[in-house]
Protein backbone atom coordinates (compact mmCIF):
# COMPACT_ATOMS: atom_id res chain seq x y z
CA UNK A 1 0.00 0.00 0.00
CA UNK A 2 1.37 2.86 -1.05
CA UNK A 3 0.27 6.43 0.54
CA UNK A 4 0.49 9.98 -0.60
CA UNK A 5 3.12 12.36 0.37
CA UNK A 6 0.76 15.24 2.04
CA UNK A 7 3.48 17.94 1.50
CA UNK A 8 3.73 16.59 -2.55
CA UNK A 9 0.41 15.36 -3.41
CA UNK A 10 -3.01 16.72 -3.43
CA UNK A 11 -5.40 15.51 -0.37
CA UNK A 12 -6.87 12.10 -1.32
CA UNK A 13 -9.93 10.35 0.60
CA UNK A 14 -10.06 7.08 1.76
CA UNK A 15 -10.83 5.38 -1.48
CA UNK A 16 -7.22 6.16 -2.95
CA UNK A 17 -5.91 3.89 -0.14
CA UNK A 18 -6.15 0.13 -1.34
CA UNK A 19 -4.90 -3.03 -0.48
CA UNK A 20 -2.98 -3.69 -3.50
CA UNK A 21 -1.09 -7.64 -2.47
CA UNK A 22 1.25 -9.51 -4.76
CA UNK A 23 1.32 -13.58 -4.36
CA UNK A 24 4.25 -15.74 -5.54
CA UNK A 25 5.40 -18.64 -5.12
CA UNK A 26 8.81 -19.13 -3.47
CA UNK A 27 9.95 -20.76 -6.82
CA UNK A 28 8.24 -17.77 -8.41
CA UNK A 29 9.99 -15.72 -5.85
CA UNK A 30 13.63 -17.15 -6.44
CA UNK A 31 12.78 -16.77 -10.05
CA UNK A 32 11.82 -13.19 -9.79
CA UNK A 33 14.94 -12.27 -7.51
CA UNK A 34 17.10 -13.71 -9.98
CA UNK A 35 15.84 -11.75 -12.84
CA UNK A 36 16.55 -8.39 -11.20
CA UNK A 37 18.84 -6.79 -12.85
CA UNK A 38 20.23 -2.97 -13.20
CA UNK A 39 20.15 -1.49 -16.19
CA UNK A 40 24.20 -1.97 -16.42
CA UNK A 41 23.24 -6.17 -15.71
CA UNK A 42 24.27 -6.05 -12.15
CA UNK A 43 22.13 -7.84 -9.39
CA UNK A 44 19.50 -5.61 -8.21
CA UNK A 45 18.58 -5.82 -4.71
CA UNK A 46 15.36 -3.99 -5.02
CA UNK A 47 12.68 -3.76 -7.26
CA UNK A 48 9.22 -1.72 -7.36
CA UNK A 49 6.03 -1.77 -9.05
CA UNK A 50 3.85 0.87 -10.63
CA UNK A 51 0.15 0.85 -10.93
CA UNK A 52 -2.70 3.51 -10.59
CA UNK A 53 -5.27 0.53 -10.07
CA UNK A 54 -5.55 -3.19 -10.14
CA UNK A 55 -6.41 -3.36 -14.18
CA UNK A 56 -2.36 -3.20 -14.31
CA UNK A 57 0.86 -3.52 -12.26
CA UNK A 58 4.25 -3.61 -13.80
CA UNK A 59 7.44 -4.01 -12.68
CA UNK A 60 9.13 -0.65 -12.99
CA UNK A 61 12.31 -1.33 -11.05
CA UNK A 62 14.67 -3.91 -11.21
CA UNK A 63 13.85 -4.54 -15.43
CA UNK A 64 17.46 -4.22 -16.72
CA UNK A 65 15.56 -3.50 -20.12
CA UNK A 66 12.98 -1.59 -18.63
CA UNK A 67 10.01 -3.57 -20.73
CA UNK A 68 7.06 -3.37 -18.02
CA UNK A 69 6.92 -6.33 -17.26
CA UNK A 70 2.98 -7.49 -16.57
CA UNK A 71 2.13 -8.61 -12.73
CA UNK A 72 -1.36 -8.16 -12.66
CA UNK A 73 -1.87 -12.27 -12.70
CA UNK A 74 0.06 -12.14 -9.54
CA UNK A 75 -2.44 -10.65 -7.71
CA UNK A 76 -3.90 -12.31 -4.63
CA UNK A 77 -7.31 -12.12 -5.98
CA UNK A 78 -6.29 -13.56 -9.31
CA UNK A 79 -4.29 -15.96 -7.26
CA UNK A 80 -6.93 -17.60 -5.30
CA UNK A 81 -7.63 -20.84 -6.91
CA UNK A 82 -4.34 -21.55 -6.67
CA UNK A 83 -3.67 -20.25 -3.19
CA UNK A 84 -6.72 -22.62 -1.78
CA UNK A 85 -5.66 -25.54 -4.27
CA UNK A 86 -1.99 -25.27 -1.92
CA UNK A 87 -3.27 -25.08 1.13
CA UNK A 88 -5.70 -28.24 0.14
CA UNK A 89 -3.14 -29.95 -0.26
Same mark, same amino acid.
Given at each position: ??????????????????????? /???????? /????????? !??????? !?????????????? !?????? /??? /???????????????????
Amino acid at each position: MYAPDPSKTTKVNADWYKDCTLL /FTLKEMKD /FMASCLTRK !GHPDKMF !GFGFDDEKKIVQTR !GDKDRH /FKE /FTNYLLANRIASLKEKLSA
